[in-house]
């Protein structure tokens, strides 16, 4: 199961163009449909525990390992997510000091971007569809929406009054 | 400390409190990292500490930024474990998942409205949200068949 966790991770952290979240697809993928380790309804709340958590946005790969293999399990998939993507940028990093070839960079940018919305818009999507049961979650996903996209909100606010809603009218 | 995102709390410590960068050199690292696979942040900090001090350094950034979230992370998931079923718990974690799908959702918009009024970008676009959402293609084959497609199409865009 380790070696499991981390191949699987190792591979999804070279792929993620972007940021992790372009890998969500992927990961719901495999982890849901292919390998049956969780239900729909389980991927969306690991995410949605992932964001209560302080932290950068990979905290799912920690909470996906541990809900398989327990602590050890965290700890390999998260080493996984990182390190092959991570030594490849301090690689690069290293590499690139000296002579920062700015044309590159753009192109690179400007190359990524449209895969990395892409992607991003199907994760959300993909979680929608997963934890939008009727009419009030769907309100809640569309106002955390709204509410994230057009405003500075702190998102703990919003998953605050979402936990709550869900508590007092589920 | 990081709750919902960590980077601007990253940024001010570096830049404005202790002065290891100057915020143009933040800059272009940050937009290095962003250009590689893997969590942006993550990476800066793998970038950062390997410039600084080798491979050790970078072990040592990683570590840091990491090690209190994993732990948060990892008492949560037990908490999970023991009392998801919970009829309460079960509830609050319904309208917790609804929320969080709304935030993904949020952010998605934020990274994806500006470049769209752009038609090639938009079409891209898309291209991956079919392949990936409607028709489940693995993400390798969307990375290795849109990736250089884009790459092409803004060949001579960018000057």
């Known amino acids: ?170 | 400390m990081g709750f919902g995102g960590v980077l601007p709390i990253i940024r001010r410590v570096m830049v404005d409190d202790r002065r290891w960068l100057t915020q143009t050199e933040f800059n272009e690292l940050f937009s290095l990292c962003q250009s590689l696979p893997g969590a942006n942040v993550v990476n800066l900090s793998f970038a950062f500490g390997a410039r600084e001090g080798g491979a050790s350094g970078a072990v040592a950034a990683v570590t840091g930024l990491l090690s209190a979230p994993v732990s948060i992370v990892l008492v949560l998931a037990g908490l999970y474990a023991r009392f998801g079923g919970l009829a309460p718990v079960r509830h609050a974690l319904l309208g917790l998942a609804a929320t969080a799908a709304g935030l993904a959702l949020g952010s998605a918009l934020r990274i994806a409205s500006p470049i769209l009024t752009v038609p090639r970008n938009m079409l891209l676009a898309a291209a991956v949200y079919g392949l990936a959402f409607g028709l489940h293609i693995s993400l390798p084959l969307i990375v290795l068949g849109m990736l250089p497609l884009s790459l092409a199409l803004s060949w001579r865009l960018v000057p």
């Open chain 1, 1 to 170: 199961m380790l070696t499991d966790l981390a191949l699987l991770f190792s591979k999804l952290s070279l792929l993620a163009v972007g940021g992790v979240n372009s890998t969500l697809p992927e990961l719901a993928r495999i982890v849901v449909t292919e390998k049956h380790w969780l239900s729909a309804t389980q991927f969306s709340q690991l995410y949605a525990i992932a964001n209560t958590a302080p932290g950068p946005n990979m905290l799912i790969v920690t909470l996906i390992g541990s809900h398989q293999a327990g602590v050890a399990g965290g700890l390999v998939a998260s080493a996984a997510m990182v390190l092959p993507a991570g030594v490849t940028a301090a690689l690069v990093a290293v590499l690139f000091s000296k002579h920062q070839n700015a044309r590159w960079k753009r192109l690179a940018q400007a190359a990524l971007l449209p895969v990395t919305a892409g992607l991003v818009l199907a994760a959300a999507s993909l979680l929608a569809r997963q934890s939008d049961t009727g009419w009030l979650t769907a309100g809640l996903t569309a106002a955390a929406a709204l509410l994230t996209w057009r405003t500075k909100l702190h998102p703990l606010w919003l998953l605050g009054a979402g936990a709550l809603a869900g508590l007092l009218f589920l």
